[in-house]
């Protein structure tokens, strides 16, 4: 059973940094593209950056372009997103899955930009 457990989120000021931990169980995520989607109450879930198989040049949402990194560690099937610069229109739930997506939700973990 494909379990994503996405860790890290919190309350932080605009401009602070948080990192988005995901680890995954029951898939070998080094056979997959890999995401990272948010959302906020009363809205679709959206995409905001994807990372290769190879961990080649990811590709973000232009929302986040120059703040977000992905990055990911196949030995421990687990992908990350280093937010910094962070926004007030950052608040969401972040989630994880691979590309497409395909597999059943997590969680996901709550990020709050607010001063």
């Known amino acids: 059973q494909v379990q994503f457990v996405e860790s890290g989120g919190g309350t932080v000021r605009p401009g602070g940094s948080l990192t988005l931990s995901c680890d995954v169980s029951?898939?070998?995520?080094?056979?997959?593209?890999m995401a990272w989607y948010r959302q906020v109450p009363a809205s679709e879930r959206d995409w905001v950056a994807t990372i290769s198989i190879g961990g080649g040049v990811p590709n973000y949402d232009v929302s986040v372009e120059g703040r977000f990194t992905i990055s990911r560690d196949n030995a421990k099937n687990t992908i990350f997103l280093q937010m910094n610069s962070l926004k007030p229109e950052d608040t969401a739930v972040y989630f994880c899955?691979?590309?497409?997506?395909?597999?059943?939700w997590g969680q996901g973990t709550q990020v709050t930009v607010s001063s």
């Open positions: 899955n691979v590309e497409g997506p395909t597999m059943p």
């Open positions: 029951g898939l070998n995520i080094g056979r997959f593209s």
